[in-house]
């Protein structure tokens, strides 16, 4: 059964409990005298609702749900692979998920070793000397290693370097992180094939230039060919490269971003190494580095004694301080660790070449069906437009929509801001041959019915409980919460 759904305060019926409490049988306390004035003096506004209410709200809302257990999630951008079961089981034994944050170091020894055979796992996949666990997420992993080059930089006394590069391909959070740190940010044009070339960085390379923030495979799953030769230039220049690791499900066990050049990097350890991150987290981003950003890492770090033992190791003078509370998102970094290890070596290269093979697969299935504004093969995703469809008036949204209808959660749409009317398609290496082409025959049916229905697009998604809502008003004036009648 599917109807709109009323929210638990909507349905709640004065009286109607889903518990109830067995009489009092410890003295009373004077609730006044304990709390003063912090004792409420009406009671909360909640719902009331019986315990078959609640499960059956619940239960409806989660059949609401994309999911890649469910099917193929293409999102793009974002990678959303399928996260093995195994890992999931793992991060709740009690001895892991249950460890406080702050035991005695003799009581979980067991979660250091594997937080520290971790880190040595992520150093040795990316070609990084050290890497810091405790970023929780892929953006406050960028905030962090460009932290630590600007600590870097003053730490030589290079306090004239308040810029930053970053191609016209990245990622947003790009520029964000290098503005939180205080740098101006200067853009840098990609050719006209997509890629990053030398000749533009070494044109706008000066000795303001604190780095370069670059993504490869970037955003248009292209592999930047040029990197070496590119930080060979920005080092030049006394200027470090950030690389941007939100790519790197293309790259496991084939080529290491180390050995492009990359002086720091960060890890979505929810999106390379399983567990989607849709829907707010949780999610993890460490952040490796090269030796000389290594004295500048965030604290604590796990050490190994000389007798074996594993110790928090905070005594790191030239610090750029906590990035986290406590050590880090620790539930990611078990499934992180059990996915890594149950794959091993092999299985990791075997990854990467799964993602690149899809994502070429359905590149070409697609691509007499729709614009690809960049020739040759791909990585791990693929950038198609809607510059094909528009003689039908069709657009990417209307595209995007219309794949809600068959079942999809659409993939990400108008970015790359450099391709206009993108539509960014990442189907990950956990994806088999029948599920690629029946999401392949669904965007082909979508684009004959451009052709031939163009209104049964414009007015998708039609097979929902809503169908197209108003988007701009719900970006401009969110309802975030719920409020009584009478509050407004």
């Given at each position: 059964m599917s ?13 109607r ?20 004035d ?15 209410d ?13 999911a890649?257990?469910?099917?193929l ?28 944050p702050h035991a ?12 520290f055979?971790?880190e ?6 990316s070609?990084m ?15 962090a290693?460009v ?5 870097y930089h ?35 044009p990609?050719?006209?094939d ?24 970037n ?10 030769r ?13 690389g ?15 050995d492009?050049g ?9 999106k ?16 490796g ?7 500048f ?33 620790v ?26 093979l ?14 690809v ?75 004959r019915e ?24 719900a ?13 407004s």
């Amino acid at each position: 059964m599917s109807y709109e759904e009323p929210l638990v305060f909507e349905r709640s019926r004065p009286g109607r409990r889903g518990v109830d409490l067995p009489p009092l049988d410890v003295p009373e306390v004077d609730a006044e005298a304990l709390l003063g004035d912090a004792l409420r003096t009406e009671p909360a506004t909640l719902p009331e609702l019986s315990e078959p209410d609640v499960v059956r709200h619940f239960t409806r809302l989660s059949t609401w749900n994309a999911a890649v257990d469910l099917g193929l999630y293409p999102l793009g951008s974002c990678t959303m692979k399928y996260n093995p079961k195994l890992n999931e089981q793992i991060a709740r034994f009690p001895g892991l998920a249950l460890a406080h944050p702050h035991a005695p170091v003799e009581e979980v020894q067991g979660l250091l070793e594997l937080m520290f055979e971790l880190e040595n796992l992520l150093a040795t996949v990316s070609g990084m000397a050290r890497v810091s666990l405790q970023p929780a997420a892929g953006a406050q992993g960028e905030l962090a290693g460009v932290m630590m080059i600007r600590a870097y930089h003053e730490s030589r006394g290079d306090t004239r370097r308040r810029k930053v590069l970053i191609p016209d391909s990245a990622h947003g959070t790009n520029p964000a992180s290098a503005a939180l740190n205080g740098y101006d940010v200067v853009a840098v044009p990609s050719g006209d094939d997509g890629l990053l070339h030398p000749e533009a960085v070494e044109a706008a390379m000066t000795d303001e230039i604190a780095a370069l923030m670059v993504t490869n495979p970037n955003t248009l799953g292209l592999f930047e060919t040029h990197i070496a030769r590119i930080s060979e230039i920005v080092h030049s220049g006394g200027g470090m490269v950030y690389g941007d690791g939100a790519n790197l499900n293309a790259l496991l066990g084939l080529s290491r971003p180390g050995d492009m050049g990359i002086d720091v990097m960060h890890f979505n350890l929810h999106k390379t190494f399983s567990t989607p991150h849709g829907g707010g987290g949780p999610g993890a981003g460490p952040v490796g580095v090269v030796d000389a950003l290594v004295p500048f890492l965030p604290v604590p770090v796990v050490e190994r004694t000389e007798a074996g033992a594993y110790r928090w190791d905070e005594n790191r003078p030239q610090t750029i301080g906590r990035m986290h509370g406590n050590h880090g998102n620790v539930g990611m970094m078990v499934r992180a660790y059990a996915y890594i290890l149950s794959l091993g070596a092999d299985g990791l290269r075997r990854c990467a070449e799964m993602a690149v093979l899809n994502a070429n697969y359905l590149l070409e299935r697609l691509r007499e069906h729709y614009h690809v504004p960049f020739p040759g093969t791909v990585m791990h995703e693929c950038v198609l437009s809607d510059r094909g469809l528009a003689d039908t008036g069709i657009t990417t949204l209307d595209v995007a929509k219309r794949l809600i209808d068959h079942g999809y959660h659409p993939p990400t749409i108008y970015f790359p801001l450099i391709v206009a009317g993108a539509l960014m398609i990442e189907p990950t290496e956990s994806e088999d041959r029948e599920g690629l082409d029946r999401f392949a025959d669904t965007m082909i049916e979508i684009a004959r019915e451009a052709h031939d229905d163009p209104e049964a697009l414009r007015h998708a998604p039609e097979r929902t409980r809503l169908t197209r809502l108003d988007e701009t008003r719900a970006a401009r004036k969110p309802i975030l919460r719920w409020q009584p009648p009478d509050a407004s």
